[in-house]
């Protein structure tokens, strides 16, 4: 799995080139959005694994040559984020105490020097493991991924996406609810599905370049966005 100082070094070469700190910017601020903009990142990596044409597949293409166009930060307050924000602390030491293991946050990775993919893992655990940590906002959900026998498939392609970007070998999927009587915190191992991984690695490149033959119908190149952009 790729180090911090590996992670960091990326973060460092995307600042260089475009003026947008992410190595000490938090998941949620203005850099960490704009770093994002126009990126393959992992929560939305299922939706390209529907064949060209697909609507949902066509409805995220068009979504990232929008962000690309136009370079702007969506400011959205979503009441999810700002619930997991305000539990994140609790979330964090939960999984620290259920695990054994000690998180080191970062707030986003890119997978090379091209900043086409990346993902905002909410830590690396060990040597070859990640951990995606959610505080939903709705307790039905939570409870739903307690008893689900088998994970949603988008949570299985967003650790597989986040396990690609860092080269890790598994990935933990951790639930936290304060508000639960018992079991207030859930976690399921994900290992790297090598099938999957040749999916993506076929897949990716072609989705790629469907964005910059769109955006080269608009006269924009992948990275101008990032060219001078305020946040």
């Known amino acids: 799995m790729k180090t911090l100082a ?9 600042n260089k080139q475009f003026g ?4 000490n910017a938090q998941q949620g601020s203005g850099a960490w959005l704009a770093a994002k903009l126009g990126v393959l990142s992992a929560s939305n990596i299922h939706r390209i694994t ?22 702007v930060v969506d400011e959205a307050n979503f009441k999810q984020m700002e619930w997991g924000k305000a539990h994140e602390d609790a979330a964090r030491a939960s999984y620290e105490f259920a695990s054994g ?13 091209s900043f086409r993919e990346g993902c905002s893992p909410d830590g690396l655990v060990t040597a070859t493991k990640g951990a995606e940590i959610k505080c939903p906002w709705d307790s039905t959900n939570y409870v739903k991924f ?34 639960m009587k018992a079991k207030p915190i859930h976690v399921v191992t994900i290992k790297r ?12 490149p072609e989705f790629l370049a469907d964005i910059d033959r769109l955006l080269a119908k608009v006269g924009i190149k992948f990275g101008d966005h990032w060219k001078g952009i305020k946040f």
């Open 193 to 204: 599905d090598e099938e999957k991984q040749k999916f993506l690695t076929d897949a990716v």
């Open 101 to 113: 293991h000690a998180i080191t946050q970062i707030a986003f990775a890119f997978k090379d020097a």
């Open 20 to 23: 947008i700190d992410v190595v």
């Open 6 to 14: 590996e992670i960091q070094e990326l973060l460092s070469a995307f």
């Open 50 to 71: 529907g064949k060209p044409g697909n609507q949902t597949r066509e409805t995220f293409l068009y979504e990232l040559v929008s962000e690309v166009c136009t370079g």
């Open 146 to 179: 307690l008893l689900a026998e088998k994970i949603k498939p988008e949570w299985e392609w967003q650790a597989q996406h986040c396990m690609r970007v860092l080269d890790a070998g598994e990935w933990d999927m951790c639930h936290f609810d304060p508000r």
